[in-house]
């Protein structure tokens, strides 16, 4: 069976320190995978998705980015911090159908 | 893209019948109609997908009208725990371009006693 990975779970940032988030899937080859955004009471917001290694489309103009230099590994990244940037990330991963599968989260706070 | 529009929020009682309905009048012909269930700080879940008439499994139904400008997410007897904000998304999976598949507010549903 399919599973999805996110650590860290929970994570407490100063502004203007780098991130790194890592979401990894197991049991599956060649996924569609995502990273998204919630902040507090808000929708998700797509910020990245890519279609295969290597390849990286942002949704969403940002000081954030992602990368893909594995099949089934997906980071999401930042230089600098903001305030702005707290919120649950979510990574997830679908195959043929958009059915997508969510991992459980980080969640991030940026002081 | 094809947006979608949805109730803000949704009031309901333990064992009535919720519906749902979500607006997609840009819905291209090669769309599916998605939705998913989140609960607080997890991520959301699948809950069923359709492209016309109607669409049955354990969890709901889906109801999608000839011209498939909207939809409705049927809920039969809602317990507690079906509280949790709904979503609704139309995309085509076969297409190749996973961008479309946009996530909006979302329908907060709350159950009570």
């Known amino acids: 069976s399919q599973t999805i990975h996110q650590w860290p779970a929970t994570l407490v940032q100063p502004v203007g320190s780098p991130l790194s988030l890592e979401c990894t899937v197991e049991?599956?080859?060649?996924?569609?995978l995502y990273w998204y955004r919630q902040a507090a009471g808000r929708g998700l917001q797509l910020l990245f998705y890519s279609v295969g290694i290597g390849q990286i489309s942002s949704e969403v103009p940002q000081n954030l980015s992602a990368s893909r230099p594995q099949d089934r590994q997906f980071i999401l990244s930042s230089k600098k911090l903001l305030l702005s940037d707290s919120g649950f990330y979510l990574c997830a991963w679908s195959a043929l159908s958009n059915e997508q599968f969510f991992g459980p989260g980080t969640r991030l706070t940026v002081l | 893209l094809a947006k979608t529009t949805q109730p803000i929020s949704m009031d309901s009682y333990e064992g009535q019948e919720v519906n749902i309905t979500c607006s997609h009048n840009?819905?291209?012909?090669?769309?599916?109609i998605t939705w998913y269930q989140q609960f607080p700080s997890q991520g959301p879940r699948f809950i069923i997908q359709?492209?016309?008439t109607k669409v049955t499994n354990e969890v709901a139904s889906l109801f999608i009208p000839a011209d498939r400008k909207s939809s409705t997410l049927s809920l039969p007897r809602v317990s507690l725990s079906d509280t949790a904000v709904y979503y609704c998304l139309v995309g085509d999976p076969y297409g190749g371009s996973q961008g479309n598949l946009i996530f909006g507010k979302g329908t907060k549903l709350s159950v009570k006693p």
């Open positions: 359709g492209y016309k």
């Open positions: 840009n819905i291209a012909t090669n769309d599916y």
């Open positions: 049991g599956t080859s060649n996924p569609n």
